[in-house]
C-alpha cells in the first residue's frame, strides 16, 4: 500500500519557508538545523519526530544538522543518556555534522555574553527571594514590580556575578537576570534569569561552574555559535521567541538563527513527558527504559519496531502548527506495513496441542518447503519437517464449534499450512475435562503443490512434535487503558497503567528454523502477528516478544 500521493504531497509550512528563503538567497552558506536533547532521559517517539524533521530537512535541502545536548542541568542529567541519545538517533538513520556538541562547551562564551551585558547595563544581580521575585513578575494584564537591585551599578554587578561563578555566593540566593521589560504584556520578557548559582558537579565540566545558565539564555546563543538557520522546536516556545531574538539582538552581529515552532507529537494511550517515563522507570512500573512496552525508541527497538518504519510514521503524521493528538493505531499501522514486506513468514504455536495422524507411518518425516514471504519475491523458500505427530494452536480446535467455524472439530477438514488436509475423527480428555490430544486422519493427495488441490475453508499452522523447539514468548498490550493518561487533573497517571499490559508464555512451540535467531531478527509467526528475539534471548531459551498482532484487534473491538 505504498502511498501514492506520496509524490504530490505538498510542502509543510516549514519547507516552504525554507524554499522561499533558498529561492531569495538568504543563506550564503548550507542551511543549518539542529536537534537539542537535553540528556536527562531517554528519547521517546516525540523526540523522533523532531529528529526525523530536522534531520530529514538537512537531507532534503543538501544542509546540515548538529547534534546538541543541551546540558544546562547538571542535576538531571547523566553521561548514560548522552550514550543512549547517540545509539539511537543513529539506529534511526542519521548523522548528526562533525561530532556530537555541548551547550556546556559554551559556557565560557555565554559567561563572557553575561558579562559584556551588564557592562552595556542589560544584566544586574538580584538577591530578593525566588518568591518576592515572582510576586514582583504579577500578571500579563498589569506590569511588573521593578526589583530594588534593578539599577544597580554596574561595578557591583560585575562583582557578585564574579562570586557567583567563583562559588563564593549561596544556591538560590542570587540570580543573574536580564534587564528587559517589567511591563511587557509577554511575561518571558520580566526580566528573565539568566544564570542561577549552583554548587553542581556536572557530568562534563566537572566542578568548573557554580553558576548554570537558563535555557532561555543558553539556548538561542548556542544557536548563534552553531550557524544554526533555522532553529525548529515545538509550540510551547512561540511565546519565548521574543525573548530568544533579544538576547540574540544583544551579541549577534552576523546572520541570525530563526526559531520556528510546530506541534508536538502526542499520541493515545501513552504518556510522553520524560519525567513521567523516568517515574515508571523508577518504580519499576517497567523493566527499563527500553521495556517493549515503553514510547522510548529503545523500548519500540525492542519491541521490534523498525526504524523505517518510525521514518515512514513521522512521515504519516506531517508537521502542523496546531497541536492534535494521534491515535497509536497509527504507529502501529506503520510497523505492521513494513514488517509485511521484510518478515519471513514462519510456524509457531503459543498454545500448544498435539495432533496425531493415525494413518501417516510412524517413523516418517517429509520435508516440506514452504514461501518464506509471498510479498518478496526474493526471499525465497524454507525447509520445515512434517511427521505423524504435530501442534496446533489450542483455540483452532473446537469440541462442538458453532457454525462458522472453520477450523477443527469433530468430523471437520481443514489443511495444515503447506502439508496435507487432515479430518478429526476424535480426540482424548484428562480427568479434568480438558482436551490433551487430537486424533486425525491425513489424505496423501491433498499434499501442497500437488495434483490434488481441493479446497477446504481453514487452513492451521503447525509444528512437528519431534522436531519443535521451545521458546518463551512476551505478549504486549498497550501500557496504558486510558486514551490520554496524563490528562486526568485529579487522577495520577499510573492509575490507568493497564495490569495485563504483559503475558508471559513458556513452552511455545516453533518450527525448528528459529534455532538461530538472534536478538532483533523479526518474523512473522503466521496467523499470529510480527514477533522479534528479544535482548534476554539466549540458544538455551529462546525469548520473542510479539511487536504487533496481525491486525488492530483494539479498533474493532471498540
Ligand atoms: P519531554 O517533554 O518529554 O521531557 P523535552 O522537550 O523536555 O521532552 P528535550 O530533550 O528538551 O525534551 O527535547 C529535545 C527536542 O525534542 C526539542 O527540540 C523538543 O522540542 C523535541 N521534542 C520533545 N518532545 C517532543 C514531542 N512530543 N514531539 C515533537 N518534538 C518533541
Ligand atoms: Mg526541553
Redo the contacts with the bound molecule.
Keep these: 500500500m505504498e502511498p501514492a500521493e506520496g509524490n504530490i504531497k505538498s510542502l509543510n509550512f516549514i519547507e516552504a519557508i525554507i524554499e522561499e528563503d533558498l529561492k531569495n538567497g538568504k543563506h550564503k552558506d548550507k542551511i543549518h538545523f539542529r536537534?537539542?536533547?537535553?540528556?536527562?532521559?531517554f528519547?521517546?517517539?516525540?523526540?523522533a519526530?523532531?529528529?526525523c524533521?530536522n534531520f530529514g530537512l538537512a537531507e532534503k535541502y543538501n544542509g546540515l544538522c548538529n547534534l546538541r545536548f543541551?546540558d544546562t542541568n547538571p542535576t538531571k542529567e547523566e553521561t548514560k543518556y548522552v550514550e543512549s541519545i547517540q545509539e539511537d538517533i543513529q539506529w534511526l538513520g542519521f548523522k548528526w555534522h562533525d561530532k556530537p556538541y555541548y551547550a556546556s562547551d559554551y559556557f565560557d562564551q555565554l559567561y563572557e555574553w553575561a558579562v559584556q551585558m551588564i557592562n552595556e547595563g542589560k544584566a544586574y544581580v538580584d538577591e530578593q527571594t525566588q518568591e518576592t521575585i515572582s510576586q514582583q513578575r504579577g500578571v500579563p494584564t498589569r506590569p511588573g514590580t521593578e526589583s530594588p537591585y534593578r539599577n544597580r551599578p554596574v561595578e557591583e554587578n560585575l562583582e557578585l556575578f564574579e562570586r557567583m561563578k567563583n562559588g563564593e555566593i549561596k544556591d538560590g540566593s542570587m540570580i543573574l537576570r536580564a534587564k528587559v521589560d517589567m511591563s511587557s504584556p509577554n511575561m518571558h520578557m520580566r526580566d528573565p534569569i539568566m544564570y542561577r548559582v549552583l554548587h553542581a558537579h556536572h557530568h562534563r565540566t566537572k566542578d568548573k561552574w557554580n553558576i548554570y545558565p537558563m535555557y532561555d539564555y543558553a539556548h538561542g546563543q548556542s544557536d548563534y555559535i552553531e550557524g544554526i538557520t533555522h532553529s525548529?522546536?515545538?509550540l510551547e516556545?512561540e511565546i519565548h521567541r521574543p525573548l530568544y531574538d533579544w538576547f540574540l539582538d544583544q551579541v549577534a552581529d552576523g546572520p541570525r538563527p530563526r526559531q520556528i515552532e510546530?506541534?508536538?507529537?502526542?499520541l493515545s494511550y501513552t504518556v510522553?513527558?520524560?519525567?513521567k517515563?523516568l517515574e515508571l522507570v523508577n518504580k519499576n512500573l517497567v523493566s527499563g527504559w527500553d521495556d517493549p512496552r515503553m514510547p522510548t525508541i529503545s523500548g519500540l527497538r525492542r519491541r521490534g519496531y523498525t526504524p523505517e518504519s518510525i521514518r515512514d510514521f513521522a512521515d504519516r503524521i506531517g508537521i502542523a502548527k496546531r497541536d492534535n493528538v494521534i491515535d497509536v493505531s497509527l504507529l502501529e499501522f506503520s510497523v505492521r506495513e513494513h514488517l509485511n514486506r521484510i518478515a519471513p513468514r514462519v510456524f509457531g504455536v503459543l498454545d500448544p496441542i498435539k495432533v496425531i495422524l493415525t494413518n501417516y507411518p510412524e517413523d516418517k518425516v517429509e520435508v516440506l518447503e514452504i514461501e518464506n514471504n509471498p510479498e518478496d519475491p526474493e526471499s525465497g523458500k524454507r525447509k520445515i519437517p512434517f511427521s505423524r505427530e504435530v501442534y496446533i494452536e489450542r483455540e483452532d480446535f473446537m469440541e462442538n464449534p458453532p457454525k462458522k467455524f472453520f477450523r477443527l472439530g469433530p468430523g471437520s477438514e481443514v489443511r495444515l499450512k503447506g502439508a496435507y488436509i487432515i479430518k478429526c475423527e476424535d480426540f482424548k480428555k484428562d480427568e479434568q475435562g480438558n482436551i490433551v490430544e487430537i486424533y486425525c486422519t491425513y489424505d496423501e493427495a491433498t499434499k501442497s503443490g500437488g495434483h490434488d488441490q481441493r479446497k477446504v475453508k481453514g487452513t492451521l499452522h503447525w509444528v512437528s512434535v519431534d522436531h519443535a523447539i521451545d521458546a518463551e514468548i512476551r505478549l504486549y498490550d498497550r501500557l496504558f487503558l486510558d486514551e490520554d493518561p496524563a490528562g486526568h487533573k485529579d487522577v495520577d497517571f499510573k492509575e490507568f497503567l493497564n495490569p495485563d499490559s504483559l503475558k508471559v508464555l513458556q513452552n511455545c512451540k516453533l518450527e525448528p528454523s528459529l534455532k538461530d535467531a538472534v536478538a532483533g531478527d523479526k518474523f512473522q509467526f503466521q496467523r499470529l502477528g510480527y514477533f522479534c528475539v528479544d535482548l534476554d534471548s539466549k540458544p538455551e531459551h529462546l525469548v520473542f516478544n510479539r511487536t504487533v498482532p496481525l491486525r488492530d484487534s483494539w479498533t474493532k473491538n471498540n
Excluded: Q, V, W, Y
Design positions: 536537534f537539542p536533547p537535553e540528556p536527562n532521559g528519547l521517546h517517539i516525540g523526540h519526530k523532531s529528529i524533521l543541551d525548529l522546536c515545538t516556545f510546530f506541534a508536538r507529537l502526542n510522553m513527558s520524560k519525567r517515563l
